[in-house]
């Protein structure tokens, strides 16, 4: 029997270790861990707090104890060494027969091996496919790891029995579980759960804090891939998600409530996901899809995504949306050198900002050195919403096969997407063209002392259209192209706020708007220019001092 000294944090030696096993005994300030290699598989951890003393037992993984003493040269007080339950390998809980081929379904051995997890255990998954049919959960538990043999080789499927079950795995009123090289793969197109993986507390305490490394999350669902409702604090690194239909819209669905009804949420703030190294595939066959969806609020933010790649190929979506709650859309909201593709017959948007969920203001959404290819629109934001205090840095715009976008923005009816004191920044923004187009009815400043930079984006700025202000005198600044709406008789003698080499063309929508020769005055025209007609149009140019009449035309 051989035997091996620990040594204490203080230098003292605390003990000796017997056992009948080979060991390799690994130590760290306070941590050591013991590893039984006979048969391959009993494995212990335990971690000292103090260096007191005190005598510790542990179990291996089929349940036998472990033949091992301590000895210690000083007494210590119960407690001071605390327990990482063993390793617990699946295998551990299945018939000495198993099959790891998938054909057989192991579903309540799988549960018993998670039910049984206590505090600090880690969970092995062995190479293979292995079946289970009812929701493998792990609330209440926490500080747990679940680790297989590698992402695509440990593959845990979910295969029920009937349609609407609300999840495959679900950490839902969980915390600090740590998950690892292995897949989560629902595969039953007709029967799909709601959700392959869900993550969400049901109380305070179950507030997140996980970790998901190399982890493969794919298949079939009714609602989403990934369904994360005030789950925070969770870092996923190297995570492969896929949704390949089933009737779901979402890759990745994160809210503060349980907007797509799974039931059992408890609802909260919905703050801190950080992605690094990620790859989305949506395989929706399902309109109106979304790669990723973000219901943003006051108290959700610093959602991260950095590295990845998005596919989106459905019938019509985005790659990302957004929904903003009635408390508006606060919060930090970040995409670094992302790759987006369509992989379908549609062209989806770029990011999609609704106001699903009553609001109407997204704020402090950064997208950097991203290349979206190709999309219909970069930023598509529906009728009343305001984005503010935003960045859009270095990016390159897909084209739809005409050398560049339909549009770098688009607004609805309804919308002052850039409004005074908003802070937005458009620059370096590559591919033959930028382009920003504005209904009318919008301003494209909104106001006095604006603090907008567009810049360096390879291309003028072109197509902004909006509605001239009313008025003898309106203000053209930033604009290009506008629609006349004045309600009564108007004689304009100036156009104000414009600037050097800005060409403006304005066109008549209504018949009482006039424009008068007044080169005193900066707008020297070939003869006054009426709306008589609906369609009439003027071209002008701005030459530094005054605006000069290009061509008119009568239509």
């Given amino acids: 029997m051989k035997r091996f000294f620990l040594a204490a944090l203080i230098g003292m030696l605390i003990g000796n270790l017997a056992f009948s096993a080979s060991t390799d005994v690994k130590s760290q300030i306070g941590v050591q861990d013991l590893k039984l290699d ?11 707090r103090t260096s007191t003393g005190g005598l510790l037992t542990l179990d291996k993984i089929d349940g036998n104890q472990i033949p091992w003493s301590l000895d210690y040269s000083r007494t210590i007080r119960p407690g001071d060494i605390i327990t990482r339950g063993p390793r617990t390998d699946l295998r551990s809980y299945l018939p000495t027969n198993y099959v790891t081929d998938g054909s057989v379904s192991y579903d309540a051995q799988i549960h018993s091996w998670v039910d049984n997890a206590a505090v600090g255990a880690k969970l092995t998954i062995p190479a293979g496919v292995f079946v289970y049919s009812t929701e493998l959960s792990f609330a209440g538990k926490s500080h747990i790891t679940i680790e297989g043999n590698n992402m695509f080789k440990s593959i845990l499927q979910y295969d029920p029995p009937s349609s609407g079950t609300r999840s495959a795995f679900s950490l839902l009123g969980a915390s600090y579980i740590t998950m690892r090289d292995f897949e989560i793969y629902s595969a039953d197109s007709t029967n799909p759960p709601k959700a392959i993986f869900q993550l969400g507390r049901t109380s305070s305490g179950s507030f997140g804090a996980h970790r998901i490394e190399r982890v493969s999350i794919r298949g079939y669902a009714a609602q989403a891939a990934i369904y994360s409702i005030a789950s925070e604090e969770n870092s996923w690194t190297n995570v492969w998600a896929e949704l390949d239909g089933g009737g779901g819209k979402y890759v990745f669905y994160t809210s503060g409530a349980d907007d797509l009804g799974l039931t ?27 790669t990723i969806y973000i219901m943003a609020a006051a108290s959700n933010g610093d959602i991260v995504f950095r590295d990845g790649y998005l596919a989106e190929s459905s019938t019509s979506g985005s790659f990302v949306e957004f929904g903003i709650h009635s408390s508006s859309g606060a919060g930090n909201y970040t995409f670094s050198n992302i790759r987006a593709e369509s992989t379908g017959p549609a062209i989806p ?34 009728n009343n919403v305001n984005v503010v205090n935003s960045t859009f840095i270095n990016n390159h715009v897909g084209s739809t096969g ?4 339909i549009s770098s923005f688009y607004t609805g009816s309804y919308l002052t997407f850039i409004e005074n004191y908003n802070n937005i920044e458009f620059r370096n923004t590559i591919n033959g063209g930028f382009v920003v187009m504005m209904n009318p009815g919008y301003t494209f400043n909104g106001g006095t002392n604006p603090q907008y930079v567009i810049q360096d984006n390879f291309s003028r700025i072109r197509n902004i259209k909006q509605n001239l202000p009313t008025g003898a ?31 403006i063309t304005i066109i008549c929508q209504d018949t009482v708007t006039s424009m008068t020769d007044n080169t005193s005055a900066g707008l020297t025209l070939n003869g006054n220019f009426s709306c008589t007609t609906v369609g009439n149009t003027i071209r002008l140019i701005n030459d530094g001092t005054a605006w000069r009449e290009l061509s008119r035309s009568v239509n």
């Fill in 38 to 48: 006979d048969d391959g598989a009993a494995h212990g951890t335990f971690q000292r």
């Fill in 264 to 290: 059992g949420f408890t609802s909260s703030t919905n703050l801190s996901q950080w992605f690094n190294h990620f790859r989305f595939l949506n395989y929706s066959d399902q309109s109106n899809s979304a």
């Fill in 349 to 382: 948007n770029g990011f999609h900002i609704t106001t699903t969920g009553g609001g109407t203001s997204l704020s402090r959404l950064r997208v950097e050195d991203c290349f979206f290819y190709p999309n219909a629109y970069f930023i598509y934001a529906d």
């Fill in 402 to 405: 005409a050398g560049e976008v």
């Fill in 473 to 503: 005198t309106p203000s053209v600044q930033y604009g290009n192209l506008y629609h006349t709406a004045n309600g009564g008789a108007t004689a304009i003698t100036n156009l104000t706020n414009g600037s050097l080499s800005q060409e």
